[in-house]
């Protein structure tokens, strides 16, 4: 069936530098992605959407890149913190209404 | 304004109890959703209720499991004659019509 994949399951970043988490999709339908920062122990965060009219968002310290052609999304963290370390995971809205399909997950890990 | 909020946070019961899940969503919010998520994985999909109506159970076992959000009080996941592979983190979500789903930080169910 149709689902959101990331290409990376662990990701080490040095604090400070810039951090790319990539995200495949294959639901050409999908019109609404989302990215989601789960901490050990807690609920998913949201942090950063974006519709498929867009091709960029920018948040705080984030953004979010969105290619249709290829069906891929990242997220980029700017000047990555210790608290940023987590798992990230994409996810999809197919049309209609707000049944989020979730990818699998990608752990950040900060290098202090 | 409180958040989404779950309880309890953790659940142990025996091979063939029952075990309710509750969840309170956001206030003014009227969507909620369940998600079951088993360690190293994504969160998935398992009904999506509006105040007195399940609107899609599809991601919902067919036998064991079910769920209400009444008119008055939380949402309730109850999942009866528990058996070992039940044993996961239960969250539940909640929004507004065409909003982000803010996520609780869930029930750790253990079964025996």
């Known amino acids: 069936g149709e689902s959101v994949g990331l290409h990376l399951p662990t990701l080490s970043v040095q604090e400070g530098d810039n951090s790319i988490i990539n995200c495949a999709y294959s639901n050409s339908a999908s019109d609404y992605f989302i990215w989601y920062k789960q901490e050990s122990g807690k609920g998913p965060q949201f942090i950063i959407d974006?519709?498929?009219?867009?091709d960029k968002r920018q948040g705080q310290r984030v953004t979010v890149l969105l290619n249709k052609t290829v069906k891929h999304l990242s997220l980029q963290i700017a000047a990555t913190q210790p608290g940023d370390s987590a798992v990230y995971f994409c996810?999809?809205?197919?049309?209609?209404?707000?049944?989020?399909?979730f990818g699998i997950g990608t752990k950040l890990q900060v290098i202090p | 304004n409180a958040g989404v909020m779950q309880n309890p946070r953790h659940l142990v019961r025996r091979r063939g109890q029952e075990a309710r899940l509750r969840c309170s969503p956001m206030?003014?919010?009227?969507?909620v959703y369940w998600y079951r998520q088993l360690p190293e994985e994504g969160l998935k999909f398992m009904v999506y209720l509006q105040k007195e109506n399940i609107i899609d159970e599809s991601g919902m076992p067919k036998e064991r499991f079910s769920a209400e959000f009444p008119k008055e009080g939380p949402s309730i996941l109850r999942i009866q004659q528990v058996v070992r592979g039940d044993s996961a983190a239960y969250f539940c979500?909640?929004?507004?019509?065409?909003?982000?789903?803010?996520f609780g930080d869930g029930t750790r169910l253990s079964i025996l």
């Open positions: 206030k003014g919010h009227s969507h």
């Open positions: 996810a999809e809205n197919p049309g209609g209404y707000q049944k989020v399909t």
């Open positions: 979500a909640s929004s507004p019509r065409n909003q982000p789903q803010h």
């Open positions: 974006i519709r498929s009219n867009m």
